[in-house]
């Protein structure tokens, strides 16, 4: 690939001329050079500058679209040329919501990089909402998500089954309910996860098919991962939605309680996503590893 286009890859990516010099190990003179001569070529400027800030003009943001495309084909290239050796090689780049970048990525990227010692992984985490973005903006490849819904550019795949389960901590006055109607829930103290998380967006979407508004639950905190829900807990008389997968450990060894609510079940399906038309290359070899992964 053109140099100049890896140059304004990295300025694009980064806002920031700067962060472009520190990443590709190359003096902030021959960055602005390199995009000056980017903006000769096309007869257009790629940046504004807004007080000390850049951003991309509508030339920038087509040239940036067609870099990702680039890039894209170049990753598919080299790993299907080192397949014709049986040599897999690369950069594979995830992102992944909260809840399945800590309960249940691990210990597949692990066996993952044990198998292909030569593949550079490397994971982004944040909720489906950012995770998507940064799929958009060409930060990542591959993004696994957790909501239920879809960008119409973007292109779902599902790959594991979920819930989602109201629990209390075991010490919590909360403990005593093995059952809870929609109503009594409604009126119990809440904590949940922020919005822009696939969790929060299964929850409304599963309460809007009984009627029910998130606003006319009693929540009493929103926090930014399971862990901190979970933390929480520890600490108050409260209830939670979390994914069941989040608290495996602290349901066998007896921390946390599931509570049902009668009439209610929260499912979801994890999903790959990716750009629309994209397929091949490390992505693809990874999501057929995940498939088979026991």
């Known amino acids: 690939m053109d140099f100049r286009l890896k140059v304004f890859y990295s300025v694009a990516t980064n806002l920031s001329f700067t962060k472009a010099s520190k990443e590709l190990f190359i003096s902030q003179p021959a960055i602005s050079k390199h995009i000056h001569e980017l903006e000769v070529q096309y007869k257009t400027p790629l940046f504004s500058r807004t007080g000390n800030r850049i951003v991309l003009t509508p030339a920038g943001e087509l040239l940036l679209s067609h870099t990702n495309n680039l890039l894209v084909a170049y990753r598919r290239m080299d ?14 780049r995830i992102g992944a919501s909260t809840t399945i970048s800590q309960y249940v990525l691990p210990p597949i990227l692990s066996s993952f990089i044990s198998k292909f010692p030569e593949v550079r992984v490397s994971l982004l985490n944040g909720n489906s909402h950012d995770i998507e973005k940064a799929l958009r903006e060409g930060l990542i490849t591959l993004g696994l998500v957790e909501g239920n819904t879809r960008q119409s550019t973007l292109h779902y795949t599902p790959f594991m089954k979920d819930e989602l389960v109201v629990v209390t901590h075991t010490g ?11 109503e009594e829930l409604c009126t119990l103290p809440l904590v949940l996860r922020e919005n822009g998380s696939g969790t929060l967006a299964v929850l409304e979407s599963v309460l809007a098919e009984h009627q029910i508004k998130l606003s006319q639950l009693n929540i009493l905190m929103q926090l930014g991962s399971t862990e901190s829900i979970k933390l929480f807990l520890e600490n108050s008389d409260a209830l939670a939605f979390v994914s069941v997968r989040a608290v495996t450990r602290e349901l066998t060894a007896g921390g946390l309680k599931v509570i049902d609510v009668a009439d209610f079940s929260a499912e979801r399906m994890f999903m790959f996503v990716q750009l629309q038309g994209q397929s091949g290359g490390l992505e693809e070899n990874f999501i057929r590893y995940m498939q088979d992964y026991k």
């Open 79 to 92: 790993f299907e040329m080192n397949l014709l050796t049986n040599h897999i090689s690369g950069e594979l």
């Open 172 to 182: 919590s006055k909360l403990a005593h309910y093995d059952e809870l109607t929609l």
